[in-house]
């Protein structure tokens, strides 16, 4: 990257020094410059300080967990005061929230996350803090981007052409993932290769869930990226229950993909023949309704970026 981003970490994680060390690591090594307060993280001794910061700032990464943290004079926690100035100021942000517990989160903290939910803000939600680092990591891309195109000379850029070819990057990336999923489904659909009596489900999502794990798959609208995750969840739970319940007899189709190249699409029988499939079946149809949601998404934003003119 040309310059050194300035990335304002926003959160409340009381006692989590080192998960905030890590954080601040992270993007470090990335190449930002990160702006973390660390009494109680937010807010800063000085409220202009960090407000000042806020407004400077390249990029904002807002962490949530259960807790909401001490009110500052606007009468707000000082996490919630940060969010709404970084919208006050159109800021791109990326919000991070952990699962709330309603039990023991105050009610001020589940009305703030029910605030940012109906807000049409991107947000992730993450598990523990192996997960959110994990989540942070692959997010690096987007964040990259996202920073470098708003920091462009748009005057010596026309703006549409430049909305016009970062969208070609994240096009292309989906529709190779698209023709493959297609091109799987016509295999089951004409050609009778079963999901269940093979291996063709595994090995035409299979691929590309490693892509998006080890972070090769990448793109710069993170709404595309969710929608695709949010597939894969399925199609990982399936391939999970799938490996206990049935095993290979051992005889191998030879499939030459366009996409994915030479496949061996292993057959495959149930290891108890009275095991209820239903499952995989539930399973496989959560996979479309939710791939689906994927390509309408992708469609859509296809058809608005195509309506956009010089």
């Keep these: 990257m040309f310059f050194k981003p300035r990335i304002f970490i926003s959160s409340l994680m009381k006692n989590k020094l080192e998960l905030r060390t890590k954080i601040e690591k992270t993007l470090t090594e990335a190449g930002a410059e990160c702006m973390l307060y660390e009494k109680n993280l937010t807010p800063s001794s000085d409220n202009n300080t960090y407000r000042n910061d806020i407004v400077d700032a390249d990029f904002i990464v807002l962490i949530l967990d259960n807790n909401y943290g001490a009110k500052t004079d606007w009468g707000i926690s000082g996490t919630e005061e940060e969010y709404e100035i970084a919208i006050r100021h159109k800021k791109k942000i990326h919000i991070y929230l952990q699962k709330i517990d309603n039990e023991t989160a105050s009610k001020e903290q589940q009305d703030f996350v029910s605030k940012i939910q109906a807000s049409g803000a991107s947000f992730y939600y993450y598990k523990d803090e192996n997960d959110l680092l994990k989540r942070i990591k692959s997010s ?85 990226l969710e929608l695709l995750e949010i597939a894969y969840v399925s199609a990982k739970s399936f391939h999970s229950q799938y490996c206990l319940a049935f095993t290979t007899t051992g005889i191998y189709r030879n499939y030459k993909s366009p996409i994915l190249g030479q496949l061996s699409i ?11 499939t239903t499952q995989f079946i539930n399973l496989f149809q959560c996979y479309l309704n939710a791939f689906g949601d994927f390509i309408d998404y992708v469609e859509k934003k296809k058809i608005s970026i195509d309506c956009i003119r010089d």
């Design 266 to 276: 292993s057959e495959s029988r149930l290891c108890n023949p009275a095991t209820d």
């Design 140 to 224: 690096l891309f987007a964040i990259a981007n996202t920073i470098s195109l708003n920091n462009l000379s748009f005057d010596k850029l026309d703006y549409n052409v430049v909305v016009r070819k970062t969208f070609d990057l994240d096009y292309k990336v989906a529709t190779d993932i698209i023709s493959a999923h297609n091109e799987m489904l016509s295999l089951i659909n004409l050609y009778g290769y079963d999901i269940l009596n093979c291996s063709v489900f595994f090995d035409f999502t299979a691929p590309f869930i490693d892509g998006i794990e080890k972070g090769f798959i990448k793109f710069l609208d993170c709404k595309i």
